[in-house]
């Protein structure tokens, strides 16, 4: 699976949305882009995921770029509870099981 | 609530004692995933299984850990002989076809070998 580069850590005021950048420049044509978040000791929550098209959910927007090496996830009005350690993962789809390669991810944290 | 959930949450153990842990996934999925997260870390795979079959392991799943699913349902990972560099949180994940086998996580077994 492509290996994916994230910026360490952003901070976001609340209220404000959080736009989280994502670099995976050997993206094949196969692999989706997956997006999760891990609130302090807690298990890795799903957020969205995406092939090329942009999605948008009740949780985040997922934009992708027409080249597909990077992608950015929007938070629109980010709460403190979206404080989190956000992962992006590259990840083959063949209609098979496959593994989640997790980063180190972002550290996304919001303040008042 | 009929996400996945893992038993215990929490584990202290003393070095050299054996654990297990189990896993519950998300009704009807039929793939079910084990992965271990140590601090400051994201998680690592260490094994899949497809309905009862495990079928992929991680290198980082040495002789002493062995998973189950036998019943093609519930799961369990048992480490032997525990060693204090085996403390890490421990994450199960389940998945169904009908998604894009997308990953929905449990709260995770934060183990502690002492």
């Known amino acids: 699976d492509a290996k994916t580069t994230q910026p360490p850590s952003m901070d976001c005021a609340e209220g404000r949305a959080a736009n989280l950048p994502c670099n995976h420049s050997t993206i094949s044509g196969n692999e989706y882009v997956y997006w999760y978040r891990q609130i302090h000791s807690q298990g890795p929550q799903y957020i969205i995921h995406g092939l090329k098209n942009n999605e948008t959910n009740e949780m985040a927007s997922l934009i992708i770029t027409e080249d597909r090496k990077s992608s950015t996830l929007i938070l629109p009005h980010a709460t403190l509870r979206d404080t989190a350690v956000y992962y992006c993962i590259v990840r083959a789809y063949t209609g098979t099981a496959s593994k989640l390669t997790f980063g180190t991810g972002t550290r996304l944290q919001v303040t008042l | 609530d009929t996400g996945v959930s893992q038993d215990p949450r929490h584990k202290i153990t003393k070095r050299g004692q054996n654990v297990t842990f189990r896993c519950d996934p998300i009704?009807?999925?039929?793939?079910l995933y084990w992965y271990r997260q140590t601090l400051g870390q994201g998680p690592e795979f260490l094994t899949y299984?497809?309905?009862?079959?495990?079928?992929?392991k991680s290198r980082l799943l040495s002789d002493r850990f062995s998973a189950e699913r036998p019943k093609g349902s519930f799961s369990t990972l048992e480490i032997q002989r525990t060693e204090q560099g085996d403390s890490a949180m421990y994450l199960c994940?389940?998945?169904?076809?009908?998604?894009?086998?997308?990953?929905?996580f449990g709260p995770g077994t934060r183990l502690l070998v002492l």
């Open positions: 994940a389940s998945s169904s076809w009908g998604d894009q086998e997308t990953q929905y």
């Open positions: 009704s009807e999925h039929n793939r």
């Open positions: 299984f497809q309905n009862e079959a495990q079928l992929e």
